[in-house]
């Protein structure tokens, strides 16, 4: 059978406009393909990013303190626990007492004396904890709330004192193990990156605590021990 000149030239307009939309139902389905594609590693690049740059809040009021933590909470009072809650923790400040020879029985008992206080020469300071001489580790101010210790980092940190026999600053065995246990607890309780650990020194250049700013590499020596406390232990297992 023999086409007439118009009905080829239908016949071939026809097949021209099948291919035309078939070529436009590709180019749909290729562009819809590319956003989703577009989509999800947009979505992955913002959620790695929120994670590296905002890990995931703890709950600080709800972690409780193991039993080798000796929990005598100050009064709350201006000068030495305002009450203030911390809106995140993203680092731990380690000091020393400036104060040889004094217990951390001692040192909790002058913060929390600070609250009798009244006029203009006040004095503000606390920690949340201090560690004492025979390595007895005593929580002055609860975890959701800021210290007076560490400066500009009040805001964000949790403090340490620590007590030393003498005015070299450097701390017995026993204040130091607790120090590396307590910080090791401490990073991962508040699911910190490692080596969130910072001296008073590295806030506002204030020689505290001494003997790691006097020693760097006992202060790097620390840092590794509880590096490797951390690994060697899991979360509740302190
Ligand atoms: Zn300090």
Known sequence: MAYTNSESRRRRKETK???LRRL?????VLICAMVCILALVIWGAVSLIRLFLFPEQVDLASISAPDWIDQQFLEVNPYSRPGTQ???????????TANPGTTAQQ????????????GESATSVSSHFIIGLEGEI???IPLSEISYASNDRNKNTISIECCHPDSSGQF????????????AWLEL???LKER?????????GKLCPLYFVQNESEWNAFKDDVASYRKSHDRDDF
Do not use: P, W
Not at 86 to 96: F, K, M, R, T, W
Not at 196 to 204: G, K, L, M, P, T
């Open 86 to 96: 911390l809106e995140e923790v993203n680092g731990i400040v380690v000091h020393y």
């Open 24 to 28: 436009k139902r590709k180019r749909a």
């Open 138 to 140: 005593i929580q002055c």
């Open 196 to 204: 969130a650990i910072i001296r008073h020194y590295d806030v506002n």
């Open 17 to 19: 406009e099948m291919r």
């Open 189 to 191: 309780q508040l699911n």
């Open 172 to 183: 017995t065995d026993a204040t130091y193990q607790s120090l590396v246990k307590l910080c």
């Open 107 to 118: 040192n909790r008992n002058y913060f929390n004396s600070l609250a009798k206080q009244n």
